[in-house]
């Protein structure tokens, strides 16, 4: 079942009937132009429950105007851009591998870029911000309803073939494309279908074989061994990154400790260098 509104792209459609067709979600709502995909994927749950034999239920616009993401940051998109939502049910993933889920979306991410553009390689900056010849090309925001708490929204940015329209927020880091970063201009419609093919088997494998996501973020994150800084109780603190914990929370060496920070804003500091 697709839903669909306004003029939305053929091809789309048809990429959302071939996704369909083959499992990867179950039903979709295709919009010409949304605020936001995950808030439309947010309001249909306080609006009507959605069954599981509807989910995974996909969500596309090809222009998103307020998009949001980590920390309140936008994500504003145009044509040349992907913005999807996917919302799943939550109840699937058990204690304590739902922790892992947010770090199992960048994960997927990365795998389809890697598919589409070998023989690139993506690194991923905790918790779930995919980068790509030094800039980011990616982000994921993931959300849950107040409604329906066993409902799960994951929000999707991709830059295919130009820079997202938002400032940079980290300097040792400015956005990127794929475009950009590896020169083949491809489809935003061939990178969707990658991307949920890679979603849901990433989100299935979380289910079986946690260590194996865990493994493989641990392989991707450009953090690890870097002195970064970050906010604790207000407070704005540095460390050295000592990797991924088992719980999937980053573990930061600092002058008064080793502590595991679960959730907030990561940046990496430049290192200043004796002229």
Known sequence: MI???????????????????????????????????????????????????????????????????????????????????????????????????????????????EFLFAPAKSRLKWPNDVYLAGGKVAGILIETSQAFSNRLVMGVGVNVNESPAFPVLDETAPPQSLYGATGRRMSRFEVLEAMIQNLTEATEQLRQSPMIILTEFRNRCMLTGKQISFRESGDDCQGNCRGIADDGSLMIQTASGLRNCDSGAIRMVRVKRPF
């Open 3 to 113: 839903e669909t509104v306004g003029n939305v792209d053929p091809v789309g459609r048809s990429v959302m009937e071939r996704l369909i067709d083959e499992r990867f979600c179950r039903s979709a709502c295709y919009r010409e132009e949304s605020k936001s995909t995950n808030s439309d994927a947010l309001a249909d749950l306080r609006d009507q429950p959605l069954a599981e034999e509807w989910l995974p239920r996909l969500y596309l616009a090809d222009r998103q105007t307020s998009g949001r993401g980590r920390q309140g940051n936008s994500w504003l998109t145009g044509e040349d851009a992907l913005t999807f939502s996917l919302v799943i049910d939550f109840d699937s993933v058990s204690e304590p591998h739902s922790r892992l889920l947010s770090l199992a979306a960048g994960v997927a991410i990365a795998r389809g870029i």
